[in-house]
């Protein structure tokens, strides 16, 4: 089974604010691997892949699943939302990809329940982070309240019980919160346990303890991809407070969220576009202040939500805040995208430091006043970018990406022979 190949377990982790192209760097990556896993966040996130012309968006299965050699495992801190899960299998099989066999879920998911989602939506009212309104925030509070409802949960007989708990409590909750008047369905017991019994039929042969399976295929010398999503500024600990999600996307998400240690991880990949985006609410240093100019590159860089469908502010690469990701995400290696749209939009500015009341920050922290930022801006030249960034930041640029198709991708042949070796 192993070829005689050394096992391999490469963990990809966004290195800003999300949407840094990860979905299609693991498409093209996948090919060299067993073993594709979404270990963290849920429908929130947006991988579009691009693959013989056509575009996919995958929310909650790893884009892996597009390469017919790879598995998709969904682990344990994964979120999933029924609704959305039927959706990307239909979008699979409209789109041709046999999909039998190789797709794992851990019974130990949490679910996204529709109250979830509204609850989603009044508390965004009133904290204005802009979420993505997914239920992601709630289903993460529900589980730290130990009021989660887990995928193993719709197979036991217990479920019913645990569900009034759930219900009775979610709606004293939102009736707390909102005076929304037309949300009791989102509390009907028996609507909610029909629906996720529903759903049960749809999972029940993809469910499988996911961190046996890994840890199990690690010994067999099988690649393991690790699909981060959103990114390193979001994540809950040491992203930009409040204006993140709330599940880790620092490499500790990648080991709670699987069952796997520490030293099983070989080699983390950051992908960042060479310039900055970010949607929601939150600061952010580098934005493009200019709306023409911001619209401009919008545009060239089709920089709307995968997943909402609103529009991504854009900005400048913003190097104090590309070398606080590669520390809080111990990055290895860089895989730079989108270097197609700034060469199409004719000007590459980049910060190369912050100017806070007169003192300068080559790093950001969470602890520098972010209203006081003043930033210093470099012009260079677009081709020369692997070179800036590793010259500036010490770490390797190994992937290059020119555009949505998998043949715009261009590894540097060390980085491919280790892939293929
Ligand atoms: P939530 O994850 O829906 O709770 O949203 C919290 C913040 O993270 C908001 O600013 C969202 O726009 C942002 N966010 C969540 N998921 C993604 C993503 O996949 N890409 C980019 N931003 C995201
Ligand atoms: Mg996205």
Request: with cysteine; proline share 4%.
């Amino acid at each position: 089974m192993t070829n005689g190949k050394k096992k391999k377990v490469v963990l990809v982790l966004g290195a800003q604010w999300g949407d840094e192209g990860k979905g299609k760097i693991v498409d093209v990556l996948s090919r060299f691997f067993d073993y594709s896993v979404r270990f963290q966040g849920g429908p929130n996130a947006g991988h579009t892949v691009v693959f013989d012309g056509r575009k996919v968006v995958l929310h909650t299965i790893p884009s892996g699943i597009l390469q017919p050699n790879c598995s998709a495992v969904i682990s344990n801190g994964v979120l999933v939302d029924p609704d959305v899960f039927r959706r990307e299998l239909e979008t699979l099989e409209k789109s041709g990809v046999d999909f039998r066999g190789r797709i794992f879920i851990s019974p130990l998911c949490h679910i996204i329940l529709d109250f979830h989602k509204l609850l989603d939506s009044i508390i965004d009212k009133r904290s204005n982070i802009g979420t993505t309104k997914m239920g992601i925030g709630p289903s993460v509070e529900f589980k730290v309240m130990r009021k989660g409802i887990r995928i193993k949960d719709i197979f036991s007989n217990s479920l019913r019980d645990k569900l009034k708990d759930v219900l009775d409590y979610a709606k004293t909750l939102c009736k707390a919160l909102d005076d929304i008047s037309d949300f009791e369905h989102y509390f009907d017991i028996n609507r909610v346990e029909k629906k996720l019994n529903e759903f049960g039929e749809v999972i029940h042969d993809f469910v499988f303890e996911t961190d046996i399976l890994l840890k199990r295929s690690i010994n067999e010398g099988k690649r393991i991809l690790l699909e981060g999503a959103q990114g390193i500024l979001l994540d809950i600990d040491f992203g930009s407070y409040p204006f993140v999600t709330s599940t880790n996307t620092t490499p500790g998400g990648a080991l709670t969220g699987t069952g796997l240690g520490p030293k099983d991880i070989d080699l983390i990949l950051g992908v960042s576009k060479v310039y900055t985006t970010r949607v929601g609410g939150g600061f952010f240093p580098s934005e493009i202040n200019d709306p023409e100019l911001s619209q401009k590159l919008r545009e060239i860089g089709q920089e709307y939500g995968a997943t909402t469908g609103r529009p991504r502010r854009v900005g400048w690469l913003d190097f104090p805040m590309l070398r606080y990701a590669i520390r809080v995400g111990s990055i290895d290696l860089l895989a730079l995208t989108k270097i197609d749209t700034l060469e199409k939009f004719g000007r590459s500015l980049y910060v190369e430091e912050y100017l806070i009341d007169g003192k300068k920050f080559t790093e950001f922290s969470p602890l520098i006043d972010v209203q006081n930022i003043k930033t210093v801006l470099k012009e260079f030249r677009t081709s020369d970018i692997k070179n800036i960034v590793e010259d500036l930041t010490g770490v390797k640029t190994v992937i290059r990406s020119y555009g949505p198709e998998r043949e715009n991708i261009k590894f540097d042949e060390e980085f491919y022979s280790f892939l293929v070796s």
